[in-house]
């Protein structure tokens, strides 16, 4: 399939939690971005079914601190059963009272954020006559040069925003931190293809501050 | 019911606390909450939501469309059933699977009636991934402009609890406070979710009056007094928006002017905001 030019965006907020999958109920971030919460970033400022995203690369620019939050949650979820005896009857007490379904969980969120996502997009069997590579390209530079967006992205959950700043290729590069780490399995995506959304992990390391997603190796 | 907004918007919100706990850490017995690196002060996102949606509730008396669905029982412990207007969807495309169409109806009906579905956005337990509505309204944590101290207060009740401490007279406890702490808090609002949602400019004026008065009917003895400061609104063009929400958010700047001595009042800070890039109206609420 036909495929952009390699872009790169800066992204970077004051916390970000990118939540293993194994500390799901007490959130704990990994260390780095994945390349899933990267392509969410990338598919909030521009994403249509006529294309897909790949992450090539991910540079870390800050040095990888931690914060810890506990705040009251909740842990259920609307009674979609519920919601339509209501909503066929026309009367009854939907809503949820906090109290009683009150979770207390903490969190260790990453702080002061800052990276660089290399990608590209290639086109996907849904695109139209009209659809182009230069077309999205376009529209792509134009969105993250003047800050549009579909929706804020965010770093992993939303209340944690994603400030982005696209940078063309005359721009030189921020420096990445000078860090090599091998960071373990480490969740690469999901896979939407089959009748679940299935995880997919790969072995993630980072060398001198760059992790380098073009030839790894993916698992699910 | 009017239509979904049309542009993208982005605000600041300053508030204030004096001799309160604006948001107590589970994690420390309750004490304001810390940035133990730097010494600010920080109050979630969850917090402020809470609080819009008791300001909303309050309003509308939890009446259709204006329902608030995360309750809080201390507020409403009314024990009415609720009526709904039942309505008509439009229809909508037939090559769907059966039940991922009725999940979008439930959703859709949920978006309806309740305002903090369609602010806030809400998981729902459908099999379908459709079951999950995202809200346009995002919040960040509200951090304060400077460090805080927290006071920490024994008080004492002249009564007891127990039959056995009859002797004691008296029980003694604790209570933390900030004596003063500027916070502020970026949200946004983005327009294409709105239009998923369904929340519209009547929405958004709520949800503008709820940022400016929510602290007035969230008084006890916690929190001490709060209030909302300024409330600075950037009102894009365009759906997508005009300018980087960051550059926006870098207009307003907030200064102490008391040097260095702490600042025990609104007074003692200096607030500018700068002109707004083209296509972005800028829109001092408060």
Redesign the interface.
């Given at each position: 399939m036909e495929k952009s030019s390699p872009f790169r965006l800066k992204v970077s907020g004051?916390?970000a939690c990118f939540t293993r999958p194994e500390m799901k109920v007490e959130r704990v971030s990994y260390d780095v971005m994945t390349p899933s919460a990267a392509r969410g970033i990338l598919e909030a400022i521009l994403w249509k079914p006529a294309i897909v995203w790949r992450i090539l690369r991910i540079d870390v620019l800050n040095p990888v601190?931690w914060?810890?939050?506990?705040?009251?949650?909740?842990g259920a979820?609307?009674?979609?059963g519920t919601?339509?005896t209501?909503?066929?009857r026309?009367?009854?007490?939907?809503?949820?009272?906090?109290?009683n379904e009150r979770q207390?969980r903490?969190g260790l969120f990453l702080?002061d954020v800052a990276y660089v996502i290399h990608a590209e997009f290639a086109m996907t069997d849904q695109a139209g006559p009209e659809d182009s590579v230069t077309k999205f390209e376009q529209m792509f530079i134009r969105?993250a040069t003047?800050?549009?967006?579909?929706?804020?992205p965010?770093f992993g959950c939303?209340?944690?925003?994603v400030?982005?700043?696209f940078l063309s290729r005359e721009l030189e590069l921020p420096a990445a931190i000078e860090e090599s780490r091998d960071l373990g399995w480490m969740l690469y995506d999901m896979d939407y293809s089959g009748k679940e959304p299935m995880p997919q992990f790969f072995h993630a390391r980072m060398e001198n501050g760059s992790l380098d997603l073009r030839n790894v190796e993916v698992r699910s | 019911m009017s239509d979904p907004i049309k542009n993208r918007y982005e605000f600041v919100l300053l508030f204030d606390v004096k001799d309160g706990n604006p948001n107590g850490?589970?994690?420390a017995g309750n004490l304001p909450?810390i940035?133990?690196?730097t010494g600010n002060g920080?109050v979630?996102?969850?917090c402020l939501k809470r609080k819009v949606r008791n300001y909303v509730g309050l309003v509308h008396g939890e009446q259709p469309p204006y329902?608030?669905?995360?309750?809080?029982?201390?507020v409403l412990n009314r024990?009415?059933?609720?009526?709904?207007?039942?309505f008509e969807l439009k229809p909508e495309s037939k090559k769907l699977p059966k039940n991922e169409e009725?999940?979008r109806?439930?959703t859709g009906?949920?978006c309806k009636?309740?305002f903090d579905?369609r602010a806030f956005g809400?998981?729902?337990?459908?099999e379908v991934n459709a079951?999950q509505v995202?809200g346009?309204v995002?919040?960040?944590?509200g951090?304060s402009i400077d460090r805080v101290f927290t006071g920490e207060h024994s008080i004492t009740r002249m009564a007891v609890t127990n039959e056995k401490d009859l002797e004691k007279e008296r029980t003694m406890g604790r209570k933390f406070t900030v004596p003063y702490g500027l916070y502020r808090v970026?949200g946004?609002i983005?327009a294409?979710?709105a239009k998923q949602t369904g929340f519209s400019e009547g929405d958004l004026e709520l949800f503008w009056k709820s940022l400016q008065n929510m602290f007035d009917h969230d008084r006890s003895a916690a929190r001490g007094e709060m209030a909302a400061q300024k409330l600075i609104v950037f009102k894009h063009e365009?759906e997508?928006?005009?300018?980087?929400?960051?550059?926006l958010f870098d207009l307003v700047t907030v200064e102490k002017n008391c040097g260095d001595a702490p600042p025990r009042s609104f007074g003692d800070y200096d607030v500018a905001v700068g002109a707004a890039p083209a296509g972005v109206e800028r829109i001092e609420m408060l």
């Open positions: 004051t916390n601190r914060e810890s939050v506990r705040r009251n949650e909740v979820v609307v009674p979609a919601v339509k209501v909503m066929n026309g009367r009854g007490n939907l809503g949820l009272y906090v109290e207390q903490a702080r969105r003047s800050g549009q967006c579909f929706q804020r965010y939303r209340e944690f925003p400030d982005f700043e | 850490d589970p994690d909450r940035d133990p690196e920080l979630t996102d969850v329902e608030i669905y995360v309750k809080e029982k201390a024990q009415h059933e609720r009526a709904y207007q039942a009725d999940a109806k439930i009906w949920m009636n309740f579905v809400a998981v729902m337990s459908t079951g995202r346009p995002q919040f960040a944590f951090r970026h946004f983005s294409p979710l365009s997508l928006g005009n300018a980087p929400a960051h550059k």
